[in-house]
Antibody
Framework: EVQLVESGGDLVQPGRSLRLSCAAS????????MHWVRQAPGKGLEWVSS????????GYADSVKGRFTISRDNAKNSLYLQMNSLRAEDTALYYC????????????WGQGTLVSVSS | QSALTQPASVSGSPGQSITISCTGT?????????VSWYQQHPGKAPKLIIY???KRPSGVSTRFSGSKSGNTASLTISGLQAEDEADYYC???????????FGTGTKVTVL
């Protein structure tokens, strides 16, 4: 059974940093691209960032470019999102998602980890 | 990176068919046969129901079908059931710099 378990969400002040993690199991992690997708409270889905199976190709939404960094550790079956210079508008539930490739559909989703940015 | 446009809400009676549109541009929906659709019930994670525009994952009801014409993709739910009441999002691959763009989301209500 595929499992994606996010962690690291917290209440932080604007301008601070946070690191999200996603522990993957039930599939061959390094066969898959990985993604972060977020959903602000009561709002729609927003793609945040993607990374190819080997980290060779990475992309970011304009809203987080220059502030967020995605990475992965295939030996640990883990995905990360380093979030710097956090803003109130980054408040959201952050989902870890996998896909067969960078052009492919989002296959399995975790349950999300909540990031709240407020003073 | 503008979101794809979906109607905010669509409703129908049990047994009826409804269609949700997803309008993008020639840079996303119009350029790739890589539109996917997701169903999200309240408090739950999204679930893939259509991929590559027209394909259904194993286990997804045949009542869900997808199509595309030009820059607009569509999701049709046939034989509407109470359990179909949820939010629906389209998503398109948008190239090697933008990667992905989601739709604005549609709330489906079963009357």
């Amino acid at each position: 059974e595929v499992q994606l378990v996010e962690s690291g969400g917290d209440l932080v002040q604007p301008g601070r940093s946070l690191r999200l993690s996603c522990a993957a199991s039930g599939f061959t992690f390094d066969d898959y691209a990985m993604h972060w997708v977020r959903q602000a409270p009561g709002k729609g889905l927003e793609w945040v960032s993607s990374i190819s199976w080997n980290g060779g190709s990475i992309g970011y939404a304009d809203s987080v470019k220059g502030r967020f960094t995605i990475s992965r550790d295939n030996a640990k079956n883990s995905l990360y999102l380093q979030m710097n210079s956090l803003r109130a508008e980054d408040t959201a539930l952050y989902y870890c998602v996998n896909s067969r490739g960078l052009r492919a559909y989002f296959d399995y989703w975790g349950q999300g980890t909540l990031v709240s940015v407020s003073s | 990176q503008s979101a794809l446009t979906q109607p905010a809400s669509v409703s129908g009676s049990p047994g009826q068919s409804i269609t949700i549109s997803c309008t993008g541009t020639s840079s996303d929906v119009g350029s790739y046969n890589l539109v996917s659709w997701y169903q999200q019930h309240p408090g739950k994670a999204p679930k893939l129901i259509i991929y590559e525009g027209i394909k259904r994952p194993s286990g997804v009801s045949t009542r869900f079908s997808g199509s595309k014409s030009g820059n607009t993709a569509s999701l049709t739910i046939s034989g509407l059931q109470a359990e179909d009441e949820a939010d629906y999002y389209c998503c398109s691959y948008a190239g090697s710099s933008t990667f992905y763009v989601f739709g604005t989301g549609t709330k489906v209500t079963v009357l």
